[in-house]
């Protein structure tokens, strides 16, 4: 049932920043995130909103940034598949549906966060 798992990804969201950070990194959690919920359009936003949550953690220890730079390697390869670099993002916002509009914010919202949080992890 599709509105239950989107009912589940909002409330993962929602404790993501008190889930333990093993269980966040030790555990298959960003990949399904990336490559089961976010390719799907249903589930998109709602991947999006939990990657935004962790690609926000920051002040860990080092031993995180590799799996910080998976994160954001994985999340843009399959962004690529969602669009092309070539892409306008500005009709998709002005004249897109509730969804696509969705999407750019939170899409805004996740590279802003992680860069802000993870840029000397990505250099």
Do not use: M
């Not at 929602?14 to 960003?30: A, V």
């Not at 249903?42 to 940034?65: H, K, M, S, V, W």
């Not at 897109?96 to 993870?118: I, M, N, P, T």
């Amino acid at each position: 049932r599709p509105s239950l798992l989107r009912v589940t990804l909002q409330t993962l969201q929602r404790f993501l920043t008190w889930i333990p950070l093993g269980f966040i990194f030790q555990t298959p959690l960003i990949e399904v995130l990336l490559n089961k919920f976010f390719p799907e359009p249903l589930f998109r936003n709602d991947a999006l909103e939990c990657l935004t949550e962790i690609g926000n953690l920051q002040d860990l220890e080092p031993q995180y940034d590799p799996l910080f730079r998976k994160l954001f390697a994985g999340f843009l390869a399959r962004l690529g598949e969602v669009f092309t670099p070539e892409t306008n993002l500005a009709p998709a916002f002005e004249s897109g549906s509730e969804d696509d509009c969705v999407f750019v914010q939170r899409l805004a919202l996740f590279l802003s966060g992680f860069v802000k949080a993870h840029l000397k992890v990505l250099e």
